[in-house]
């Protein structure tokens, strides 16, 4: 299966340390060697950045890793194919325009027998599960809110709605970003923590290195961070509700 990193902030902040360690996954301490993707929301754009590569041997992913893009939401991913050859357009996050946003997608699970029915106005460009069910979930909202992008609660809602219509298929955690707040939905594996004052000595699982946020946050700093497993083992992080979708708003938990 593949793996999840989000990031949700209430400051625009970058994602190297924690990246180091989730890049590490792709190949090197653990098997999601298919491939890796990431998105970064600046305003109303986004910087992307994916690579069939595994992420332990990307130029790209390197390039990431030591460059601080700040951003208030952030989604990546690495994939182990289960659907789909490995290639770029399997590669994850997907984006797509909804309501005059960007909006992006990474899925970690397999969906069985998940054959929706399609209008037109999303169609996936590879053949993953993962891209079909974006198009999909896309094309439900369009639908349900003709006139426009509803209040995040009724959005939250409406995922909620769609999540336990895919459940039935198979394992179905995904992160999910317009660059206004974040959505996470836990089917099997996802856990988060909230970094803010007072901060401490964080150290990653994956990679010897750790930081000081005292030395590098502000006091007011306030960032989420969303993994399908722990990045840290200083650290405690708490598994997200099973079969719900939650969010977060200015680096803060929003409990349905």
């Not at 993953?128 to 439900?140: A, I, M, N, P, Y």
């Amino acid at each position: 299966m593949c793996e999840l990193l989000g990031m949700n902030c209430n400051v625009p902040t970058d994602i190297c340390f924690s990246f180091t360690g989730f890049q590490a996954r792709g190949g090197a301490t653990d098997v999601h060697r298919d491939g890796w993707g990431i998105a970064f929301f600046e305003g109303r754009g986004v910087r992307m950045f994916l690579d069939p590569q595994p992420s332990c041997e990307s130029p790209v992913a390197e390039l990431v890793r030591h460059y601080p893009i700040r951003s208030l939401n952030v989604i990546a991913h690495i994939r182990k194919a289960t659907q789909g050859p490995v290639g770029l357009e399997n590669t994850h996050p997907f984006m797509r325009e909804l309501w005059g946003r960007y909006w992006i997608f990474a899925h970690n699970g397999n969906l069985d027998a998940y054959a929706p029915t399609l209008d037109g106005s999303y169609l996936p460009v590879g053949q993953t599960d993962s891209e079909r069910v974006f198009c999909h979930l896309l094309q439900t909202l369009r639908l349900r809110f003709p006139a426009g992008a509803p209040e995040r609660v009724a959005l939250r809602d409406a995922l909620e709605e769609f999540a336990a219509q895919v459940r039935p298929h198979g394992q179905f955690n995904f992160l999910l970003s317009n660059g206004d707040c974040l959505f996470a939905h836990r089917s099997t594996e996802l856990h988060y923590i909230v970094r803010q004052a007072p901060f401490a000595v964080a150290h990653l699982k994956d990679q010897d290195v750790a930081l000081d946020f005292n030395e590098v946050a502000n006091p007011d700093d306030r960032v989420a961070l969303i993994a399908t497993l722990p990045l840290t083992d200083n650290e405690t992080w708490t598994p997200l509700p099973t079969d719900t979708v939650t969010m977060f708003v200015d680096g803060a938990y929003q409990p349905a």
